[in-house]
């Protein structure tokens, strides 16, 4: 399966289970509405669970858009963090908040790409001749503010184009020339360009196509520090780009963007979401509750808190079903027995976690696989985690060499945390799973 095929069964995998859910879901309205028609009107937002957050469920990370929103101003961003973090929920919600200002932002997912010129055919397309000049046409307030706030510019004339791209890219390339055209064309327009996924589509660049992936990260860089440049890059990735660079000696290709981590959501933003949400679905949550559901949880990816709420209001449903009417509960609320049973029924749906499997054997082989799979086993025996040298020793048998071994578990471990799977080492030296649900789903399924 090549990494196309295997990103789209990724995702069609995620939106069968958003259908799923949103059948159950809609079986649960239309039950509801018989006997409660005044909360009828409510029922149609609750929340995401796999699509991009927008709108009313995209809930807090109020911090997160402040500070990309104050380094937009100096810098272009690297936003990384792993899989179903809300990346891509973030940096549209930063979209909104620009379109809503008056400035011109699009979000150009490029995960489906391939090859350089596809990839400036897609940026170009997101931003047709026509907007770009009616919007420098009629810049309005904010974007002008915006504008001045981003850089001193004299807005004369085209300017010649930034770092000598022509040198940067043989003639056999023909993409140049659209890659140009582009820059010309947006150079001095106050626009944002978010390129979601741009490590995942590097990343099949690499290896299709070596020396066209570096010409096309080395005319974007020059783009990226030409002189009086008013468009701003966000590039996110759910794989690292940092060790992916590092893996082909670019590193340099991105040492002017600023590195934005995006990291979980705080326990209180966790609680509040968790009772926002099911008191859309008329359930009370108290803090107990709330918290015991975070506890599970563990390291707090808003899709893992999201899922397990709705399989805990699923479970809670089937209780109070189950409960004879005389005995029922007037009152909607969510319990920490329901969440222990939504944790249950999430572990058991095989498919939500297995493309945590299939990317190990897609992106490693050998000894490094063996050594990835080794040490995840051994991590999802150990709710507390396991220190450096403990793995260490563990894998003397895949690896003789103490060298060589220490070598080898540093650059997985690298991987490892990279792509979400593991956390960094804390103060006492251990790492261990992030996520609480893919440790226990590991640890039935593969310690
Ligand atoms: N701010 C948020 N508020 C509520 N739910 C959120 C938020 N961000 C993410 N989610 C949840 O996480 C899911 C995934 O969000 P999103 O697609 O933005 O993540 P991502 O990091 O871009 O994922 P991927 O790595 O697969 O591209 C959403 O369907 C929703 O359940
Ligand atoms: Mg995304």
Redesign the pocket.
Known sequence: MNSREFVSQEKSLELKHARITKLNHNKFVSKQNCCDKVIASKREII???????TGE?????KTECADLWRYLKNEHIVAS??????????I?RLREEAIADGLLAELVDVQGIEGAQAFIDEIARHFPDASVTGYLGSLGKTAKSWLSAVKKIDFKGPGGLGGGIELQASASQNWIKSAVALQARLNEAPVLIFI??FSVFLQKLLLSNQKEAEALLAWLRAWRVAPGLACRFIF?G?IGLNALLEKYGLSAQFNDCYEYPIGPFKLSAARD?IKDFALREQFLVDDTSANYLCERVGWL???YV??LLDQTMQAARDRMDETPAPLAPSQKNLNTDDVDSGYERLLSARSRFKHWEQRLNRDLEGVDLAFAKLILKALAKNAIGLTQSQLKSRLAKLEQDPDLRAARLQTILNKLQDEGYICVPDTTGRVKFLSFLLRDYWSRNHA
């Not at 469920?57 to 990370?61: G, K, T, V």
Request: proline fraction near 6%.
């Open positions: 929340m995401k669970l796999g699509s991009i957050a469920d995209f809930y807090d990370r963090g792993p899989r179903r973090l809300g990346k891509t929920s973030i549209n979601d996924e996110t759910s979401m990816s808003p899709y999201c899922l």
